[in-house]
Each structure stands twice: as structure tokens, then as C-alpha cells.
């Protein structure tokens, strides 16, 4: 099955999740930035993924963008959805979910998931998100969330 992983993040996350399922999903599997590329071709994938970071309480804009430009096409396609974000109530989360994807996009989804944020840290943080950045990392470690084990069952869904 050709599966297109898109995604668009801002320090590394969301690209962290996405390499991530492409490497469990091999060489069928391709990752694309939507940050990079605005208007990637998906006509040839079977399925496609669609990942953002929450920053602020707001997914990108690219990734909105693109679901809300692309929503009949998307219709047509096995999609699953993924956030990176510290939040994870559960009904919080789904807000995310609400705000980011159309209704269509969403309703039709087979699988999404909340992985956390702050996965990985870049050169890129300024002081305030390198402290923000410092709690979150403290945070993840606290809560013990098994990432990996979260990737792969995401991973198995997308390839049922």
C-alpha cells in the first residue's frame, strides 16, 4: 500500500512521529513537509497521513490549509491523523482534533492519535521555549508515555 506521510511542525516532533512511521511502514512509505511543499501530489497513494504540531493551541496552518483545500480528494483516500502536543486530556485533545480537520476529513479518519510534543529539541528554541521545552521534557518523562508502542499500533492500523 503507497502511503504519502505529511506533515508540517515547527521544532522537530511532528517530524520526529513521521520518520517514525515511515520507517515501520518501509519503502512504500514517503515523507512529505507540508512547510516545503504546499501542494504535494497524492493522487498516487493509497493512504495518507497527515500530522501536525499544536502550538499555542493551533495546529499549522499549512496542515489546516491543505485539509480544508484538499477535502474531496482526502474523501476518496485512507487517511489517519496525528497532533504532537503537551495536552492530553483526552477531550482536549479532541478539540485539537475538531479545530485542525474538517468534519469530512476527520469523520472519515480510520485512526488518530496524540503523541506528545517536545520529542526532540532544537537549535531553533529562543529562552522562553527552551524553558517551555524544559517542563514539557520533565513532563513526558513523568508521564512515561510509551511513544514507540504508540507508533506501531498506529502503524498497524494504517496497514489494515
Known sequence: MKTTILFAGKYGSTEYIAKMIKSKLGEDAVVINLRDNKK??????DCVVIGSGVYMGRARREVRNFCKNRVNELRSKKVALYLCCMENKEEEVEKYFQKTFPEAVLSSAFAH???????????KE??????????????????????????TAFVDAIKR
Open 40 to 45: 504535494p501530489d497524492i493522487s498516487s497513494a
Open 113 to 123: 492519535r496524540r503523541f506528545p510534543g517536545a520529542l526532540v529539541r532544537s537549535e
Open 126 to 151: 529562543g529562552a522562553m521555549v527552551r524553558s517551555m521545552f524544559e517542563q514539557m521534557t520533565k513532563t513526558n518523562a513523568d508521564r512515561k508515555e510509551p511513544v514507540e508502542q504508540w507508533v
